[in-house]
């Protein structure tokens, strides 16, 4: 298979380097991508005020337990891609990119279905205030009513990271997070549309995304080149897909439906909590982004090289990820944890909501680096194929046990910084488990020789 200019063979060549220079691309995006929401926040909590700021903040969960199902999915074709461009197979390359993109434009009609019929259930399951239920229903809808230019936006970058190109995702994010700040203001600032306002911006601005990566994959000259004629079902690259991409799908979608349950938590003390959360959680978001874009590149570094046998390569990739996800985390925590209030009062200037988002940045902000263990090494797993044991692990630590201490620390307890601290507990007992894991499995491997 002849390497495009714009794709990168990482089974040769520096380690770091490479890693580092395929992140960088993707965190550049992830910032982006991350702007869709913490603009809206941003408009919506000056513009609107604080209950606007809590809806918007609070149906992050219900969106995530729809979309992070069709990302797990995404997860498993691009392994099947990367892997198959790793071992130089074109046929098979072509083949899993017409499957992934005719499954993607079948699950746009379901989940724009079950995104707008769940939204009421899922708002009341929460116990949102009365005060916000309306705007985040109406929010909501509209989201889910365009769902459809993320979902295939997120598919064709994926594609296209699996071949190695990071950079023109990238690009297209630039241009739609542009698009969305553009509109959120004046919608929201100029139109006075209020919330709607605010979900319609971020829909046009996917659907611009996805129009933008879908004609660079018609146009590609690589093996990855889509053409409409050719899409249809392979049900052995389905299944292939399916058998990896599923236990991801599930883990992300269930832990997204857990953190429905832990939002009814905080949505117990109240509106001004409820928006100093959002301000955290959009916050927070920004400080994960570096060991995110790092585990994402892992997980192709991994795909290729064990498409083409190299295992020392593998390993040694993995231990490089975690050294660089650890430096970057607290390059970007240290001036978080100085300029708290200051951050939180770009969302919303009331000295409430102020006091409960910085509290919770600093209370919360250390553990970030525990949560890159758990980031790269379930990365790597899925790049080898394995991502049966990644969900198991992450359902375990942030499903089962988050939820039983919640319900034990909000009885015994009820403080905001107890319940807050369900999620670095999650994250302490994923990563201690998946580095045992980690370990025992590449023993096992290299044991039974399936390598």
């Known amino acids: 298979m002849q390497k495009r200019q714009k794709e990168i063979d990482m089974t040769s060549g520096v380690i770091w380097k490479q890693l580092l220079l395929f992140a960088l691309p993707l965190l550049a995006g992830n910032v982006f991508q991350q702007f869709y929401n913490t603009v809206d926040s941003i408009v919506v909590g000056n513009y609107v005020g604080k209950e606007a700021l809590a809806a918007v903040g609070s149906v992050g969960p219900i969106i995530n337990s729809l979309i992070g199902f069709f990302m797990g999915l995404s997860t498993g074709a691009g392994v099947v891609i990367s892997q198959a461009y790793g071992a130089k197979n074109s046929s098979r390359v072509s083949r899993a990119v017409h499957t992934t993109l005719t499954m993607t434009f079948l699950l746009c009609i379901v989940f724009t279905a079950a995104g707008i019929a769940m939204t009421p259930p899922m708002l009341r399951m929460m116990g949102t205030p009365e ?76 659907l611009l995304s996805a129009v933008l990566v879908m004609i660079v994959l018609m146009h590609s000259e690589g093996a990855y080149r889509v053409r409409f004629r050719a899409l ?46 959002s301000a955290y959680t959009k916050i927070d978001q920004f400080i994960l982004l570096p060991m995110q874009s790092v585990a994402l590149s892992v997980t192709t570094f991994v ?51 102020i006091r409960y988002g910085s509290y919770l940045l600093r209370l919360m902000s250390p553990f970030y680096l525990v949560c890159a263990i758990n980031q790269i090494y379930s990365s790597s797993l899925r790049g080898l194929g394995n991502t049966r044991a990644p969900m198991l692990i992450m359902l375990g630590a942030f499903v089962v046990f988050r939820q039983v201490y919640l319900f034990l620390a909000s009885r015994l307890v009820g403080t905001l910084k107890v319940v807050a601290f369900g999620y670095p507990a999650g994250w302490i007992v994923c990563s201690v488990t998946l580095l045992v894991y980690y370990r025992w499995y590449w023993r096992k491997k290299e044991r039974l020789g399936h390598l």
């Open 131 to 206: 005060d916000v239920f309306p705007e985040a229903a109406e929010y909501l809808k509209i989201y889910f009513a365009g769902v459809s230019g993320l979902m295939v936006y997120n598919m064709g970058a994926g594609i296209l990271r699996a071949v190695g190109d990071s950079k023109r995702p990238l690009y297209f994010l630039i241009f739609s997070a542009c698009t969305n700040t553009v509109l959120d203001v004046v919608c929201v600032a100029y139109w006075r549309m209020g919330i709607a306002g605010a979900a319609l911006a971020t829909v046009v601005s996917q």
């Open 232 to 277: 249809r079902l392979h049900m052995d690259m389905l299944r292939e897909i399916v058998r990896i991409g599923f236990p991801a799908a599930v883990q992300m979608m269930i832990t997204s439906i857990s953190n429905v349950f832990v939002q009814s938590y905080i949505n117990a003390f109240g509106s001004s909590v409820m928006a100093g959360w």
């Open 303 to 353: 795909g290729q090289n064990y498409g083409a046998r190299q295992v020392d390569r593998i390993k040694k990739g993995t231990w490089t990820a975690i050294r660089m996800a650890f430096l970057l985390t607290v390059i970007l925590m240290l001036p978080v944890l100085g300029f708290a209030e200051e951050l939180v009062a770009l969302f919303n200037n009331e000295s409430e909501v």
